[in-house]
């Protein structure tokens, strides 16, 4: 028996025009991974697609039920997912003051940052004594450079002779994303997160709605909106010596509305046209609407 993590960021400190950085954990026993991972790989083949899951690249409502199913099914499971913010201006005046380069900055803040988003998944749950905890980091050479899996085995071992939490770190090893199941899901909850955070639904392109409607239809199902608010932490470090916490449902409840707003707007929009020309084709509705192919679902 082993508890699994997984490690994953989005944007980085150095980033040109990126206000904040992100940095995930998400974690369960081996058995709750394996389960999820089976199911997920179900799905796959159910779609007969192989694509892996990646936040950004969601461009295309074409994958909307692939999405779906596993969010959906993942959010229903017992997981966990610690997410913690940075403040890339308050990092960088930090790094002025201490006469750091952004890079050396970042391999302080590698070894602080994910042994707290590690401790966070793991510090509220019922570990058995002397269990082995396994980590496994998205794939990338600065990690290699700034010796990432190391320093996080040396913090988190630490830790847990600190605490008397028992656990030892097996390993911390690199993984491709698309050999994994578990970071693809840290990677897309992620994603949804900086989303809502960032407001990217405000944008008035494709790509923004089509993120936009998988992620109201996700939230919309079921209990997910309250799972999505009690099993995702948010935690933001502005530069001081805590991390301060961020509710999850205030980014939900703004982006519920301006949805809402929306789609109101685009109905009404599409009843004046239904009104005046009955007759017309659901192409032609959809051209008069503007909408290109990838989103024809809103003329249906």
Known sequence: MSFHLYFDEA??????????SYYGAYGGMDTTMANITKAIRDIYISLNTQSELHFTEYNHDQYLKKYFKVLNHVINQ?????IIIVNNQNAHSIAQQMNLTML??????????????????TRHLNLPSNIDVKISVDRNDEYKVLRLYSKIKEQMNAHSVYRNRRYTIESVRS?????????????????????????GYAENSDASMIKSDLIYRFLSEGQNTERFQNQIKLFQW?????????????????????????DIKEITKLNSLLIRDPNRTTREYREL???????LDYCQ
């Open 78 to 82: 017992d997981i966990n997912i610690n």
């Open 11 to 20: 944007n980085k400190i150095d980033q040109p025009g990126k206000a904040f």
């Open 238 to 262: 502005d530069g001081s010596n805590k991390l301060s916490n961020l509710p999850v449902s205030n980014y939900i409840s703004k982006f519920m509305v301006h949805k809402t707003q929306f």
């Open 175 to 199: 993984q491709k994303s698309h050999e994994s199941i578990p970071l693809q899901i840290i990677d897309t909850f992620m994603g949804i997160i900086v989303f809502l955070m960032e407001q």
């Open 289 to 295: 609407m503007g909408y290109p192919n990838t989103r």
């Open 104 to 121: 050396e900055l970042r391999g302080l803040l590698y070894i602080k940052i994910p042994e707290r988003l590690f401790y966070g998944v």
